[in-house]
């Protein structure tokens, strides 16, 4: 059952590459293994590394969610009331805020398969982080889910 203090959630899935890269190494183990080995020792491999695969893929895609109290992303989560200015970047200025134009002390989570990323003001003075730039697919709906009453 679905919280109903969501407003917003969305998994950063990262681009084919990963998987794909990933499910290619564990089938050439996989084969090298059965060549070797005979039997089941390459069928047992390739679920292995199919398992693995599904692992890392799940594990390293991070969450943003966006409720009635906070923004999460991942594992770090911040209250709402300490949400500044929201503002979606193209493909160019997330590259430039990643790069030499961005704050070294930002909070960042984004896929190199996603052109676009928000980027969210923290104004809470005990945070490290001065913003949070992170990628996701749908930046209307974000945008749109943090600027929305923080009450209803």
Known sequence: MADARI???ERIWPSLALPGFLLF?????AIAYQRAYHGNVGLVTF???LGVTALVTLSSSPVVEVTKESLRLGRAEISRM?????AVLDALQTKQSLGSAGHHDAFT????????????????????HPY???STRRPDKVVAALESKLTD
Do not use: C, K
């Open 109 to 128: 989570a984004t896929r190199s398969g996603i052109q676009n990323s928000i980027v969210v003001q923290i104004v809470d003075e005990n945070d490290p």
């Open 25 to 29: 190494m564990g089938a050439s183990l």
């Open 47 to 49: 679920a292995v590394a």
């Open 82 to 86: 300490h949400v500044g200015q929201v």
């Open 7 to 9: 407003i917003y959630r």
């Open 132 to 134: 949070w730039q992170f």
